[in-house]
């Protein structure tokens, strides 16, 4: 390992400094057991510079002593292409607690046998879920665990072992699967975060909402080049915005196919595909280059609007045939989701409609991104009949299927958040809404699961039966369409 050791002037003249400085990254190659990546690993490593691992879970404590010992290097967890089931085989992977605010970890899938290249969309990282997963996936210990950059990138995380799907219809048992979602990075300290090059498929609630503290007014938070499928209540948009706040939020080229709202009926707290938070999350939130389609919720769920929401920027994306949970038809409908002006009901915002807002709103097309992806019929509590989404072809129809309470009022997360700092927690419910009669409390919506006593069974079909992908993923086939959302050759080589 190379070190360098600068000059200190004292009074009896140069002494070296005792903490070294690091001057290459420590390379941690993992792979799986018996196999040729873990051969090549071996070979490569020399305990110094280069370490070999056969589990994801010893290389997360490589990393911890490396970034203890150096504090200011950049770490990288190299993981070849295969399978992974965590220790024990529970399909969760902790890692320990660090406070190393100047240095850099990087945990980066996708590596061929010799880890000369990188290619997560082709030679996947497949992280496996137990049947009963009872935690997130990867979990960042800590209560005051800092890095100064952390890179998470390449990785494959299908969740449906964990879910439970209704034998008849093989709709998704929510209030039976995972209560946990795919990453917690509890309230890591960083000047950077960036989830890039990942597939993440099938959660059942939610994939993330990084609550990170801002450690600098620069600090962001940077998601990129994401395959987001079939997942229910995907992406949350908030940060620990007590302390300094996010200088920008950036969700670019990442792909937003096939994802669900909280429960299947037009009242639920939490239609939207990506859900944006209060006007403390971030300077900036940008939305950029991304792909939306066949999200029944709709793609982006303002929570509040332009003047009591933060900076919005919605710019250069593809939406189509979103919003099938509202019986949308036009491919363009739900671009954008929330209840304005008091409205007791859900609008829904075309892109050219959410330019009347005072965000920054253009470029955004609407067509046909030719995406080979399985689209059913939907049909959401109220629905008289199934919707297809906008340019789906039709498949077989479910039958019943039940409706989970609705039990986001009170964001678990935030509710952890406002503990820490003596505050009692109400329901998180944008400060635009009103109160007003219950518009769904007619006799022509009885039994339908609405309102405070949404449950029981249901006429539903169609709303997040598994998503199987085999070798291929989803990437548009027009043409025209391919500068949008999730693209190979956008990874990061490292």
């Known amino acids: 390992m190379k070190q360098f050791f600068g000059p200190l002037l004292v009074a009896g003249g140069l002494l070296s400094v005792v903490t070294p400085a690091y001057a290459e ?30 589990s994801i879970g010893k290389a997360f404590s490589i990393a911890v002593k490396q970034l203890a010992a150096c504090k200011t290097c950049t770490v990288n967890i190299k993981i070849a292409a295969g399978e992974f089931k965590g220790k024990a085989k529970t399909g969760h992977w902790m890692f320990p607690d660090t406070q190393t605010p100047q240095a850099t970890l990087r945990i980066l899938g996708g590596y061929g046998d010799d880890f000369t290249t990188r290619s997560p969309f082709t030679t996947p990282t497949r992280l496996l879920t137990a049947d009963t997963r009872a935690r997130a996936v990867i979990q960042f210990e800590g209560k005051k665990h800092a890095l100064k950059q952390l890179y998470l990138s390449g990785l494959t995380f299908d969740v449906a072992p964990g879910n439970v799907y209704d034998p008849k219809n093989n709709n998704l048992r929510k209030d039976s699967s995972s209560s946990s979602s795919v990453l917690a990075f509890g309230y890591l300290t960083t000047d950077k975060l960036v989830i890039a090059d990942n597939t993440f498929l099938n959660a059942a609630n939610g994939v993330a909402q990084p609550l990170v503290r801002a450690m600098t007014e620069k600090s ?100 189509w045939g979103n919003g099938s949970l509202f019986a949308a038809t036009d491919p363009d409908a739900a671009a954008v989701v929330g209840k304005f002006n008091g ?137 025209q369409a391919v500068g949008y959302g999730a693209n190979a050759n956008l990874v990061e080589a490292f």
Request: glycine fraction near 6%.
């Open 220 to 319: 962001e938070v940077i998601i990129r080049n994401n395959f987001v499928l079939n997942n229910i209540m995907a992406w949350k948009v908030s940060s620990a915005s007590y302390r300094n706040q996010l200088n920008r939020y950036v969700i670019r080229n990442n792909s937003f196919i096939l994802n669900w709202p909280y429960n299947p009926d037009p009242t639920t707290s939490n239609p939207g595909t990506l859900e944006i938070g209060n006007k403390y999350t971030a300077n900036q939130i940008e939305i950029t280059k991304n792909l939306f389609a066949y999200n029944a919720g709709g793609a982006i769920h303002a929570q509040w609007d332009d003047f009591k929401g933060p900076p919005l920027a919605i710019t250069d994306n593809l939406f």
């Open 25 to 54: 990254d420590i390379n941690i190659l993992v792979g799986p057991k018996k196999s040729a990546a873990y051969d090549a690993a071996k070979a490569k490593a020399d305990n110094q510079n280069i370490f070999a691992a056969k």
């Open 343 to 479: 409205s007791p009901k859900y609008v829904l915002l075309t892109s050219d409609d959410a330019e009347d807002f005072d965000w920054d709103v253009e470029n955004n097309v609407s067509f046909d991104p030719g995406l080979h992806v399985q689209v059913k019929p939907f049909q959401a509590a109220g629905n008289k009949v199934a919707v297809m989404a906008a340019g789906a072809a039709p498949n077989e129809p479910a039958a019943k299927a039940p409706v989970a309470p609705d039990e986001a009022a009170v964001d678990p997360a935030m509710a952890e958040l406002a503990a820490m700092l003596g505050e009692d927690m109400v329901a998180d419910t944008p400060s635009t809404e009103v109160a007003t009669e219950d518009p769904y409390a007619s006799d022509e919506y009885a039994g339908l699961g609405f309102g405070d006593d949404a449950g029981g069974d249901v006429d539903i079909q169609g709303f997040a039966t598994r998503l199987y992908v085999e070798g291929q993923l989803p990437f548009p086939t027009k043409a």
